[in-house]
């Protein structure tokens, strides 16, 4: 199989340096725009009164200098630190300028507006981390877990991606492809002597090779479940009849008043959502539409839905309301039970604040022959009783894997589905060897394997997968 190679390059000689604000939109204490690219230390210059009185160009890398940006009169704009950055030593592995500025956004906006008259001009979305890819500053992979990191919210999100941006997923994945490239050579070298029926290519070498490409293909897809639930959140689903406290209880997990509380039934007609982080766990929490008989189609499709939301969720919630009668509760059950099978499920019996002690255990006791594994818990949504406790649950019900430094789990599904394909690939030759297929046939299938453990890392790839990974950037980085 032929290999595909990028086709985008570093920036030519008469190309602009790129510029952007690479802070966060909007007024802050100070501001930092970012310039780069063959001939950004000139075009700084053109714009940049040191109070020293040098020229950025005789100036050392990786120095600091104050002064003043000044527009086309000469007037001052704004009184700046400068940061130097020459070639390759930068993070775009351009030669570089970060201009630090005050906060506001007209003072903003001025200093961009000088830096594209006097030569550059704007930079896409995540084209400075496009430019250290193309450089060889980092990997694709590596650049991928850099918007992760932007994006992090919780320990674990920033975990993974501090894990992958040091390299440790590229650094095993690119052991395993050079052995196979090595390996490959010899077996494409025999086909050139395949009238002398000689074999370079120790076979046994090769199945142990394919057995550890075999395994750690398979691994690093299986973590790809644990991997996408620390990073996207934990989809629980809160769910029970109408009027159990399942939007009070939202409310209380989140800590604001995102869904509407009301005694009437069916107020919630559609799945509204939310994220709570939980001892660096991040935790999506969906109420869902109130399960009962209704002839209201729009209730109906709500109710239709949250048993949807109920399949994706990995934990349950199911809430019931202590003060509802057997038979309201067996109707629920009936609905519920069957599509709960298989998940983990907490029960929690609301408006314990309603009812006695002995009244509040003869309700729950109705549960218990429910043919369903499940933690129980009694609570009440509205005085927040027994909160820390179902808190400690839910962690429990998550069962994600500690991340340490150097841990690699998959999360994005990219690379998910590169590894499927390699997997699938390396699979294919340990059952040719089995079958004694011959040299060319296995290298076709190493090949493959090779093609997608290259796509994960951009050894292989096109412009239009670097166009879609990119431009989920945000603009500045």
């Known amino acids: 199989m032929a290999e595909m190679t990028h086709t985008l390059s570093p920036l030519d000689d008469g190309e602009a340096p790129i510029c952007a604000v690479s802070t966060p939109p909007g007024t802050g204490g100070i501001a930092v725009i970012r310039l780069s690219g063959k001939g950004s230390i000139v075009l700084a210059d053109r714009v940049f009164a040191s109070s020293s009185g040098k020229k950025l160009q005789d100036c050392a890398a990786n120095t600091v200098h104050f ?28 030669e570089s300028v970060e201009i630090s500025c005050h906060g506001s956004v007209y003072i903003q906006q001025q200093i961009l507006r000088r830096l594209i008259d006097a030569g550059a001009r704007l930079a896409h979305a995540g084209e400075f981390t496009q430019q250290a890819f193309l450089n060889g500053k980092m990997d694709l992979s590596q650049a991928e877990a850099v918007a992760d990191l932007i994006a992090s919210t919780s320990a674990g999100q920033h975990r993974l991606a501090m894990n992958q941006m040091r390299g440790g997923f590229s650094s095993e994945l690119g052991r395993l492809r050079e052995q196979l490239l090595d390996f490959i050579s010899l077996v494409e070298l025999e086909l050139d002597f395949s009238e002398e029926d000689v074999e370079f290519a120790d076979r046994s070498h090769l199945r142990e090779l394919a057995g550890q490409i075999e395994r750690k293909t398979a691994q690093l897809a299986d973590s790809f479940q644990a991997g996408k639930a620390i990073k996207e959140g934990i989809p629980v689903a809160i769910v029970g009849e109408t009027n159990a406290g399942k939007s009070t209880l939202l409310n ?39 399960i009962r008989q209704t002839a209201d189609t729009i209730e109906t499709m709500g109710i239709a839905r949250s048993f949807r939301k109920l399949e994706q969720a990995a934990i349950v919630l199911w809430v019931i309301d202590l003060t509802c009668s057997k038979e309201e509760f067996e109707a629920t059950a009936r609905a519920l039970v069957p599509k709960m099978k298989g998940k983990k499920a907490i029960l929690l019996f609301n408006k314990s604040d309603l009812l006695s002690s002995a009244e509040t255990e003869e309700a729950t006791r109705q549960a218990f022959p429910l043919e369903l594994e499940a933690e129980r818990l009694c609570i009440s949504a509205k005085t927040g009783a027994h909160t820390e406790k179902l808190k400690q649950l839910l962690l429990k019900a998550a069962a994600l894997p500690e991340i340490a430094a150097g841990d690699v789990i998959i999360s994005n599904a990219r690379h998910y589905e590169a590894l499927k394909k390699a997997h699938a690939a390396i699979v294919r030759v340990l059952k040719g060897m089995d079958e004694q297929l011959s040299g060319e046939l296995l290298s076709q299938d190493i090949r493959a394997c090779l093609h997608f453990l290259g796509e994960i890392t951009g050894e292989i790839t096109n412009d239009e997968i670097l166009g879609s990974i990119f431009s989920r950037f945000c603009i500045g980085k």
Not at 67 to 77: M, S, T, V
């Open 67 to 94: 002064g003043e940006i000044r527009d086309a009169a000469g007037e001052a704009l704004d009184q700046v630190l400068v940061s130097l950055f020459r070639a390759p030593h930068s993070y775009t592995g351009e």
């Open 252 to 290: 209380l997990l989140v800590g604001e008043e995102r869904a509407l509380v009301s005694d009437i039934h069916g107020t919630t007609r559609d799945a509204i959502e939310d994220t709570v982080n939980l001892d660096g766990i991040l935790f999506r929490f969906i109420d869902t539409a109130g």
